[in-house]
């Protein structure tokens, strides 16, 4: 159930960003609904790989280098969703901030608090 609602608060956010932020385009609501699944699922299997192999670039930047990482994602998921489109890389990295932001916000809200007894 949780997953559900993330993917909903992420189709969400993607909507919006594309309506506020240059650069940023999305069809229509469908195609904001397959752009939150290919995250989801890139960040699940393409990212902790891309984080291996940049992880010297990660330890000497600090853990900047996250940033850039976060941006190549959107980069990908651009390329193999039609319908949704970035127009550069300073897009993406700002895409990806926010949404980043959103989903934080919105995970912290939606968490399981349990008092430990």
């Known amino acids: 159930m949780k997953t559900l609602i993330n993917i909903f608060f992420t189709t969400i956010f993607v909507l919006v960003l594309a309506h506020y932020l240059p650069g940023i385009y999305v069809k229509d609501t469908y195609t904001a609904l397959i752009v939150a699944v290919v995250l989801g699922l890139l960040n699940i299997f ?4 891309l984080v291996f192999f940049t992880f010297p ?7 900047l280098f996250l940033l850039v990482i976060n941006a190549v994602i959107v980069l990908i998921c651009d390329y193999l969703v039609k319908g949704f489109d970035v127009a550069n890389f300073w897009n993406a990295l700002l895409f990806s901030l926010v949404l980043s ?17």
């Open 57 to 63: 670039a990660t330890i000497f930047t600090l853990g």
């Open 101 to 117: 932001f959103g989903q934080a916000l919105i995970s912290s809200l939606t968490d399981d608090k349990k008092e430990k007894r």
């Open 46 to 49: 393409v990212k902790p790989v």
